[in-house]
Nanobody
């Protein structure tokens, strides 16, 4: 069992940057792939990025590749998402999750969903 807590969201103008953070308030993320997903109002949750335990196996969705960077600090048990060149279409609630059942782009592979952190990008 793991409980994840996301932070760092906010309101930013298009072209700006934000860094999201994720930490485990309960349980562990050791040895697990970690991922970020997002869900915009009225839309399904979508994959953003994932990263393996050894900082390999990094993947991004086409929508964010080249603008977002996922990283992790295993000593601190945190996962971050650096978001640059933000666009209004990046507006969503962002969630981190633990790859309980493997690694990939499907939300059902992951657990530990927290409350998320809201990102609003104004045009």
């Amino acid at each position: 069992q793991v409980q994840l807590v996301e932070s760092g969201g906010g309101l930013v103008q298009a072209g700006g940057s934000l860094t999201l953070s994720c930490t485990a308030s309960e349980g562990t993320i050791k040895d697990y792939t970690m991922a970020w997903f997002r869900q915009a109002p009225g839309k399904e949750r979508e994959f953003v990025a994932h990263i393996g335990w050894t900082n390999t196996a990094i993947d991004y969705s086409d929508a964010v590749r080249g603008r977002f960077t996922i990283s992790r600090d295993n000593a601190k048990m945190t996962v971050s998402l650096q978001m640059n060149s933000l666009k209004p279409e990046d507006t969503a609630t962002y969630y981190c999750a633990r790859g309980r059942y493997g690694r990939g782009r499907f939300a059902n592979l992951y657990d530990g969903w927290g409350q998320g952190t809201q990102v609003i990008v104004s045009s």
